[in-house]
């Protein structure tokens, strides 16, 4: 089955810096992938949709600035965290629509601290 | 856009019980309905899901009902195990090809 990669799982980084986390298709072709965030007890709320070869679509109050989506290849989606806060500590999760309306995969999710 | 309500947020039974949870949406043209188990810290599993096309899928103890016209589905957890608490989300396909998840429902099922 269609399998999605993503890395890292944890990290921590201080206030201030970025970070980039990486979500990548291992069997499959993906033009689509979507950015979710999951706060502590909380559903997943759609940040935004990272299109290949062009720009990303962003939910509304998602501040595209500051989370940097770069779709370049069909295999490779990532998300940066830009000047992150500890507000930004969330777990972060990347999924891909598997062929057509087959199904969705996840990614295993990061879990970005910030300190 | 898509709205998904989820009910109720927490749910304990009993070894040996039913456990039901139930979610609403609000766009008429969302056609996939699946429904996720997610542990603490790792991605949600699709346990069941369901198209616009049927009313009910059923896999071992696990089903889920689609009422289209009253635009709600429902997942229904027979004969709980402890293995079975987790948090539940329903989810629905929007047509922009993106899921908007209910708010979740903690499971928790008492030996």
């Known amino acids: 089955g269609a399998v999605v990669s993503q890395h890292p799982s944890r990290v921590i980084c201080k206030s201030g810096t970025s970070v980039k986390i990486e979500c990548r298709s291992l069997?499959?072709?993906?033009?689509?992938m979507f950015w979710y965030r999951q706060f502590p007890k909380q559903s997943l709320m759609l940040m935004a949709t990272s299109n290949e070869g062009s720009k990303a679509t962003y939910e509304q109050g998602v501040e595209k600035d500051k989370f940097l989506i770069n779709h370049a290849s069909l295999t490779l989606s990532t998300l940066t965290v830009t000047s992150a806060h500890p507000e930004d500590s969330s777990f972060y999760i990347c999924?891909?629509?598997?062929?057509?309306?087959?199904?969705?995969?996840f990614g295993s999710g990061t879990r970005l601290t910030v300190v | 856009g898509e709205n998904v309500e989820q009910h109720p947020s927490t749910l304990s039974v009993q070894e040996g019980d039913s456990a039901v949870i139930k979610c609403t949406y609000s766009d008429s043209a969302s056609n996939y309905f699946p429904w996720y188990k997610q542990e603490l810290g790792k991605r949600p599993q699709l346990i069941i899901d369901i198209r616009s096309n049927v009313g009910e899928k059923k896999d071992q103890r696990i089903a889920v009902t689609l009422n289209k016209t009253a635009k709600h589905f429902s997942l229904h957890i027979t004969e709980t195990q402890p293995e079975d608490s987790a948090v539940y989300f329903c989810a629905a396909n929007t047509g922009r090809r993106a899921l908007t998840f209910g708010s979740g429902t903690r499971l928790q099922v008492q030996p």
């Open positions: 999924s891909v629509m598997v062929g057509g309306e087959a199904g969705y995969t």
């Open positions: 069997d499959f072709q993906a033009t689509t």
